[in-house]
Every structure is written in structure tokens, then in C-alpha cells.
């Protein structure tokens, strides 16, 4: 069974970076479409980029676009999120979740990472 841990996240001053990495075990993730989600405290839950299977396909947020970037690598069972310009705004918890479709809506991912918190803060 298909399990996801996140790590990467810290504590970060505006403009910096951080990248996080997203580790599956239990399956390969070579047929997952991956998916990148935030969560602030008392927010919904936001789809921050999404990834397909081969890696041929990426989507961001506005928010986020120009700043962050996804990638995976297959041989290794990883996604990451590689995250630059970091503003205040974007502290949150992060999560990956891996599903069948490409960018589809959260509800349609099966799996879910734990979260890795980022903080932006001077």
C-alpha cells in the first residue's frame, strides 16, 4: 500500500527557499499523477501544482507561479517542490497526495502525505 512522507519544511526568511521532497514506499509512484496542497490556519485547503505521471505535464496556482517548481524522479520514489521567493503568505502546512488523474480536484487523490510545515517569517 502506497504510503507518502513529506519533508523539507522549516522555518525561512522572506525570499528565501526551501525545497521540499516528497518519499513514497509501498508502491512505485511511476502511475501516480502528484499533486502539491497547502493549508494555512483557518483556510481551506489549496492546490498549490500538480505533476503527472511522466513529469511531461505541470500546473501551478497563481500564487505560486513563477516561484515554485515541481518535479519528480521516478527511480527514486520522489516529487519535490522546489519553492523560491518565499513570502510570508505562503506558510502552511504543505502535503503531496498521489492519485490517478492528472490535476484533479483533492477529494479524487487516494493517498495523502502526513504535511511538512513551512513557515516565512523575519
Known amino acids: 500500500q502506497l504510503q507518502l512522507v513529506e519533508s523539507g519544511g522549516g522555518l525561512v526568511q522572506p525570499g528565501g527557499s526551501l525545497r521540499l521532497s516528497c518519499g513514497a514506499s509501498?508502491?512505485?509512484?511511476?502511475?501516480?499523477?502528484m499533486g502539491w496542497f497547502r493549508q494555512a490556519p483557518g483556510k481551506e485547503r489549496e492546490g498549490v501544482s500538480c505533476?503527472?505521471?511522466?513529469?511531461?505535464?505541470?500546473h501551478y496556482a497563481d500564487s505560486v507561479k513563477g516561484r515554485f517548481t515541481v518535479s519528480r524522479d521516478n527511480a527514486k520514489n520522489t516529487v519535490y517542490l522546489q519553492m523560491n521567493s518565499l513570502k510570508p503568505e505562503d506558510t502552511a502546512i504543505y502535503y503531496c497526495a498521489a492519485g490517478r488523474w492528472y490535476c484533479s480536484p483533492a477529494g479524487r487523490y487516494e493517498t495523502w502525505g502526513q504535511g511538512t510545515q513551512v513557515t516565512v517569517s523575519s
Open positions: 509501498g508502491s512505485t509512484l511511476d502511475y501516480y499523477a
Open positions: 505533476i503527472s505521471e511522466s513529469g511531461g505535464a505541470t
